[in-house]
């Protein structure tokens, strides 16, 4: 349904998506993640047509974005981060328009009723949109994209001002689309992406680190938070000795001489006797021990880094 390949888009000296290709399968909710910087912006605007692309090829539904821009669009609903709403139009208006804009065929009121229920939006649909709570607004804004029922859906951070149980009834929403139609979506929150995804594509300085479904970028690796009595140094030292540990990072002082570290591991093993072990053996007193959960967030950080001085400031 989404076919990339060899994407790459500069601003003057600067690039800012640097050769990067992946494809995405019909009936899928796919999460576009990185750090401020990353290049995702930039990508969602050249998938939705908004932005050329340097080099490379981009086709949406078969058809390429820059030679046959009319109909890779008719198939693409696009959010943006800020929904471009007319604030003084009424939500019906704006809905109104979207349908026109887009040249959506068949009829018109129930096709906007339904939009506007999937939405929830149906109460607000009389008033003027610039009345609008933040909720409000990104609902109306996601009304738009759903109009014409497109095949594709790109969804710039579609939770973004939305109070806990709207957060909730979007991605309920967003998994439901996502049985019928192709979602991209980029989120930094990554409980989010977890909930609603089912696969990955991270990004750093313009290219993927990462690629595949939550489960396995990192959500079994083990992590550990340890309560320690002795020299941090020390501590530091032994627990980097013990077999599959791949760091240890000091947090915070509880009393004199004890401190609380986190220790990551590789996936799928228990370390916890190896680490006691490993204290043991040099007269360190492990005073707690527990596994802090999943490791996606850990995963995230190693491989998303930091936006390099390179990267455009607007992507």
């Known amino acids: 349904m989404i076919e990339v390949s060899g994407l790459t888009k500069r601003y ?13 399968p019909e009936g899928k909710v796919i999460g576009l993640l990185g750090l401020n910087g990353a290049g995702k912006s930039t990508i969602m605007n050249i998938l939705a047509g908004c932005l050329s692309s340097t080099s490379g090829r981009v086709l949406i539904n078969g058809f390429d974005i820059e030679e046959e821009p009319e109909e890779a669009k008719k198939s693409t609903g696009y959010l943006p981060e800020i929904p471009p709403l007319y604030t003084d139009m009424k939500v019906s208006e704006y809905l109104d328009f979207v349908f026109e804009l ?13 939009v506007s229920r999937q ?13 609008l709570s933040k909720g409000y607004r990104q609902r109306v804004g996601l009304a ?17 001002g939305l109070d806990p149980a709207q957060i909730i009834e979007i991605r309920s929403l967003i998994k439901k689309l996502g049985e019928r139609s192709t979602v991209l979506l980029s989120s930094h929150i990554l409980p989010e992406v977890r909930a609603v995804c089912d696969r990955v594509i991270v990004l750093n300085q313009g290219r993927i680190a990462a690629d595949g479904n939550p489960g396995s970028l990192g959500a079994e690796e083990g992590c550990y938070a340890l309560t320690v009595e002795g020299e941090p140094e020390a501590v530091e030292a032994a627990l980097r000795t013990a077999p599959g540990v791949r760091s240890v990072r000091r947090l915070a002082r509880e009393a004199e001489a004890v401190w609380e570290y986190e220790v990551s591991g590789v996936p799928g093993r228990d370390l916890r006797r190896d680490l006691s072990r490993a204290l043991l053996e040099r007269g360190l007193l492990l005073l707690s021990t527990r596994r802090t959960g999943p490791g996606f967030e850990r995963m995230f950080l190693d491989v998303a880094g930091g936006a390099g001085a390179e990267d455009d400031p607007r992507v």
């Open 144 to 160: 738009g994209a759903l109009t014409g029922s497109p095949r594709v859906l790109i969804l710039d951070e579609p939770t973004v």
């Open 119 to 131: 939405t929830g939006i149906e109460a607000v649909r009389g008033r003027l949109v610039k009345n």
């Open 12 to 24: 003057g000296s600067r690039t800012a998506v640097r050769d990067i290709s992946f494809s995405i």
């Open 102 to 114: 887009k040249k959506v065929r068949g009829n018109r009121k129930s096709h906007l009723e339904e």
